[in-house]
């Protein structure tokens, strides 16, 4: 059997139109604790990661997206499907194996190597046409 | 500060046509491993958890969700939306007492008490026009 490539839930990626209030929703009943805000210019949003738990494999957490401009990609996302989950992301241990590992098994990918996300990680997206309609980030963190 | 009320990420639950194909499509790829299967008549799906990382917190899946027919929940939103990600579950220690303290927040419900989802677990869902647009499920694990 192949070893599981991903080690934990990393985070859900949540579209929505006010950061802020989100942040405060998110807070006021959940409990959850703000880790990190972060405007993140390539991606064309500024966000937050909203702490959930502890783990081995890694900490997981809530990302909440507000685009900078309509014409970003989570921007267009909110246009045509409204505030909801944009994209789920995955832990793995080293993202560029994983992702010559995925690839080599026809997987499309957004990204050919690995950029910078939240909270210094190593990250990489792969096509939702390729996995289920679900936009899929692999995510190495800072401290792996 | 208040507690988190959430222990977890516990699933990302993943509507798809073809429930045989996703999961080959989430082992081949990711080597993730299927800790179970049902169908829940309830719910109108048939269903699998594939197991992604274990924690103190509890067990974290994605799960795959095919609709029984057209006129579920399920089946309307592939209809909708098509493929992807159709809600997320959270781990709570007590799902009746967590929705108690998030219903007096005002937060709309779908289930007003808990009941049986995946694995055994008691189970909640919060409406997404409560959480932007997040259909949310909160779960309390067989085992706790």
Known sequence: MT????????HVGIACRDLEASIEFYVATFGLVVAGRETN???GVKEAMLHVADAPGG???????EPLSA???VGKFLDSRGEGVHHIGYGVVDVSAALEQISGGGIRLVDERPRHGSLGA????LHPKSVGGVLT???QSAGH
């Open 122 to 125: 190593s990250i990489a997206f």
């Open 3 to 10: 070893a599981s490539l991903l080690t934990r839930i990393d």
């Open 71 to 73: 014409d970003t990609p």
């Open 137 to 139: 980030e692999l995510v």
């Open 59 to 65: 900490a997981s957490y809530v990302q909440l997206l």
């Open 41 to 43: 210019e390539a991606q």
